[in-house]
């Protein structure tokens, strides 16, 4: 088997998870039919594995003169392209080519043995906590207690994880978060997740494979969203008002399921999306012509170059680093249409040759930039950091932003539970808040310290809920309600 047959098949199935994940984007994303979603995300990549093979798996097994069967697998997407006569000049140069093919499957190889290690440091950093603390027997999975406050509650395989972070949440709340993650345990969402890790490892250089595993991690919090708001006694509302309490965590290892994630707005959008038609099922059905093309492109693809020594070829493919540094190369912001690149630079406070560090980089995207965007009404923004190790010791940071649609204020109320109550319209009428205004959370941190301060109370003991209000025009308002609590 020469490194030139392995490379075309990784071409083959690149084109193949790049037509099923256009389709997906095309014609499915936008459909309520989550099971159906999470079947074609897996059939698809399976498939996308599968057709070349239909097709190009005979020529393979014909032993050549000067190769290791038991060789590596490919690495990059090649240029293909016969010679147009016997004079080409890249019949001149079969040495050459022969080891650059070796070339590439040897950075192919780099990258996923780096692929691979990252998923094993996961694990590892999942299998020291479940360790390391205690837990308790659940009807569905198990419970693991975490001291730290700094990671969202979340879950893995039969594992699920909350941290003292939550001991703010009512019992209801808590009690709404283990039964969205218990969603996640019954339905082995983790395999999912596991299945395109390692889909991953072998198509490093392949976006369109990132593309549906992101994709699918959305399919799974559907599913877990719309199981939980369908049970009785609970609803909409009072489950969209927990999401948008937990809105700025950020989901801690790329393996697990997250209660609280980037796609927001979108979650609560399909959680007033009416049942699935019988219409849009019919639509699966247009993955029998598009399985049909992949499979025709394939075949085409992977016949039979003819029988020389000297298969043309020419490959483009850049080497990635596996190696981290200790400081930073470049910052990169990609998905900002509202504030530019040196504005978020600025508010990051780090600059090209700053000492990497994730925890004090992580606190400052969660104080600095998350606020400069919530604070001009932008409520369901959200950032994904991304750490790309270079060659030379250094490291590229990375910040893939989603903005979403800005939020104003629908209705501010107060209520007081305390005994006796006071009048509540003048302690609303010093707020800074006002109906129709864009979201801010400076504002509603400092109504919050005014309503403390001018009931004598104590700050946690002013319960802020902001509750969404989806309209029809795909525009985002939310209502603000202040509770004042008993001391």
């Not at 972070?165 to 969603?183: G, K, N």
Request: hydrophobic residues 45%; contains cysteine.
């Amino acid at each position: 088997m020469t490194p030139t047959s392995l490379l075309l098949y990784l071409a083959e199935v690149s084109f193949g998870t790049v037509v099923f994940a256009l389709l997906y984007r095309l014609v499915f994303t936008q459909l309520p039919t989550f099971r159906w979603n999470r079947w074609y995300l897996l059939v698809s990549l399976v498939a996308s594995f599968a057709l070349p093979l239909l097709v190009g798996f005979t020529p393979w097994l014909a032993p050549a003169a000067a190769d290791d069967p038991t060789g590596p697998l490919p690495a990059l997407p090649l240029r293909w392209a016969l010679a147009a006569t016997p004079t080409s000049p890249l019949l001149d140069t079969p040495d050459y080519l022969h080891r650059l093919g070796w070339v590439v499957l040897g950075v192919y190889v780099a990258g996923v043995c780096y692929r691979a290690w990252r998923t094993g440091r996961s694990l590892w950093q999942l299998y020291m906590l479940v360790t390391a603390h205690a837990s308790v027997r659940l009807p569905t999975g198990r419970l693991v207690h975490l001291p730290t406050q700094a990671l969202p509650a979340f879950s893995f395989g039969p594992f699920i994880f909350l941290s003292s972070l939550h001991q703010s949440l009512s019992e209801a709340e808590r009690q709404l978060l283990l039964l969205h993650e218990q969603v996640h345990v019954r339905q082995y969402h983790t395999l999912d997740l596991l299945g395109y890790e390692v889909a991953g490892w072998l198509l490093w250089f392949n976006p369109a494979v990132r593309y549906l595993g992101r994709q699918v991690r959305q399919v799974h919090e559907y599913l877990a969203d719309t199981t939980v708001a369908q049970l009785p006694g609970i609803g909409i509302r009072q489950y969209g008002s927990l999401l948008l309490k937990l809105v700025a965590q950020q989901p801690p290892f790329r393996l697990t399921h997250t209660f609280s994630s980037s796609t927001l707005t979108q979650r609560i959008f399909m959680l007033t999306t009416s049942v699935p038609t019988r219409w849009q099922k019919l639509r699966f059905l247009l993955v029998i012509p598009v399985a049909a093309t992949a499979w025709a492109v394939s075949s085409y693809a992977g016949s039979p170059l003819p029988p020389t020594p000297t298969e043309p070829a020419t490959a483009s493919a850049s080497l990635t680093a596996t190696q981290a540094g200790p400081t930073i190369r470049r910052i990169t912001w990609q998905g900002n249409t509202v504030l530019s690149a040196a504005r978020l630079t600025q508010a990051l406070g780090l600059k090209p040759g700053a000492v990497y560090d994730s925890v004090a980089l992580g606190q400052r995207l969660q104080s600095d930039v998350t606020s400069l965007y919530m604070d001009q009404g932008y409520l369901f923004f959200s950032i994904e950091p991304s750490v790309v190790p270079q060659s030379n010791g250094t490291v590229d940071l990375i910040f893939t932003i989603s903005e979403g649609k800005p939020a104003r204020l629908g209705t501010v109320t107060l209520q007081d539970a305390r005994a006796p109550a006071v009048a509540t319209a003048p302690l609303l009428a010093q707020l800074p808040l006002h109906s129709g205004d864009l979201f801010s959370r400076k504002k509603l941190v400092e109504s919050q310290t005014l309503l403390a301060q001018a009931s004598n109370i104590p700050l946690a003991a002013v319960q802020v809920n902001p509750i969404p209000v989806m309209q029809l025009n795909g525009s985002a308002v939310v209502n603000i309600e202040f509770v004042l609590q008993p001391k």
